[in-house]
Each structure stands twice: as structure tokens, then as C-alpha cells.
T-cell receptor, first 110, second 111 residues
């Protein structure tokens, strides 16, 4: 099993560009999450999903959209990137309270 | 919003020493989770606590769910160099799936 994978690993964007981060899990988990981690800080929840076709806002949802069309995939979109969105993005899936995290996507917005 | 405060923020210790860290909240939690994050990787779950007063061990790690349900503690015994990393507490506020993470305790072990 690959666990939780994230694509891409690293990306540089210019302000105003758009992109989609892909998260995939092969553990058949119902719950999936997107977090961002800024230097010296903990993880902050952006959006989450409790099942295929459902999404909900987390702590810092502004500027991001998500979709969960398939149970195994959770997509995070930035429609118009801003420098404040420079961060490391982590995806996670969970069985009960145990979250399994992906390796992260480093995003730099210039 | 809710916050989880961790202390200390960072610590240097000698190999072989015991380590203690804690996490506090202004409101109660029904579940406390402790994660470790190595550089360049995602967090990995170390211990999960589900009941006030619960004491759970995972090898050299021991965590406790505070009686007030507003705090939790993590101890590492006989630290080794591979214990280096950032330790996070986390939990979902009761009735939600919105996990909150603490700001982390950065541990550095001197050989």
C-alpha cells in the first residue's frame, strides 16, 4: 500500500495563477483533510471531507476550494494564488481518530 | 478560535535524559493525540488518548490525558538521537471533525 500520496511535491507559482493539489489514499478511508503548515507553526485545517461527494470548511478556508468526487481522491484548488498562500500543504486521511499524513507539497507563490 | 498551547516551545537535552512536554487548551477535549514530525515529512501518530486520566505507553513514550480534559502530557524516557523532531498535540473539539494542532515542541538531542 502506498498510503497517502500527494502531487506535486514542489511548485512555484506567480501571483494570480491557479493550480490544483492532488491527494490520493489507498486505505479506503472515509475522512480526508487538507492542512497548511507555515514556518514554526502547527498545522491548520483548510477543508475536510467526511465522505465521497461531501466537503466542509476548516479553520482557514478562504482562497481555497476542494472536491471529493472519488472516495480515494481529495483535490485542493487555488483559483488565484497569493504570496500569503506560500506554505507546505499536507493531506491526511483517517480511520477514526488516527490520521495518516502524506509527505507534503511545498508551494511558493511569488 | 480554539488554540492548543504547547510547552516548552523547544528544548535541548542530553542523550539518555528523560523529556517532558505538555499541551493545554482553554476548552475540553474528548480525544488527545500526540504526533511526531521529522524534517520534510508529514506528522506520524505516536499515541492516542480517549479517556480522562488515561495513561498510555508506546515504547519509551508515555502520554496522559489530563483529569480536567483540558490538558495532556507526553514523556520520553532515555532519549536517543532519533527522538529529534517536532512533537505536536492535536485533537478534535467535541462533536466536530475539525482537528486542531498545537504549535509544537521542538526537541533536539545532544549526543
Amino acid at each position: 500500500n502506498a498510503g497517502v500520496t500527494q502531487t506535486p511535491k514542489f511548485r512555484v507559482l506567480k501571483t494570480g495563477q491557479s493550480m490544483t493539489l492532488l491527494c490520493a489514499q489507498d486505505m479506503n478511508h472515509e475522512y480526508m483533510y487538507w492542512y497548511r503548515q507555515d514556518p514554526g507553526m502547527g498545522l491548520r485545517l483548510i477543508h475536510y471531507s467526511v465522505g465521497e461527494g461531501t466537503t466542509a470548511k476548516g479553520e482557514v478556508p478562504d482562497g481555497y476550494n476542494v472536491s471529493r468526487l472519488k472516495k480515494q481522491n481529495f483535490l485542493l484548488g487555488l483559483e488565484s494564488a497569493a504570496p500569503s498562500q506560500t506554505s507546505v500543504y499536507f493531506c491526511a486521511s483517517s480511520y477514526r481518530e488516527t490520521q495518516y499524513f502524506g509527505p507534503g507539497t511545498r508551494l511558493l507563490v511569488l | 478560535g480554539q488554540q492548543l498551547n504547547q510547552s516548552p516551545q523547544s528544548m535541548f537535552i542530553q542523550e539518555g535524559e528523560d523529556v517532558s512536554m505538555n499541551c493545554t487548551s482553554s476548552s475540553i477535549f474528548n480525544t488527545w493525540l500526540w504526533y511526531k514530525q521529522d524534517p520534510g515529512e508529514g506528522p506520524v501518530l505516536l499515541i492516542a488518548l480517549y479517556k480522562a486520566g488515561e495513561l498510555t505507553s508506546n515504547g519509551r513514550l508515555t502520554a496522559q490525558f489530563g483529569i480536567t480534559r483540558k490538558d495532556s502530557f507526553l514523556n520520553i524516557s532515555a532519549s536517543i538521537p532519533s527522538d529529534v523532531g517536532i512533537y505536536f498535540c492535536a485533537g478534535p473539539p467535541p462533536g466536530t471533525y475539525k482537528y486542531i494542532f498545537g504549535t509544537g515542541t521542538r526537541l533536539k538531542v545532544l549526543a
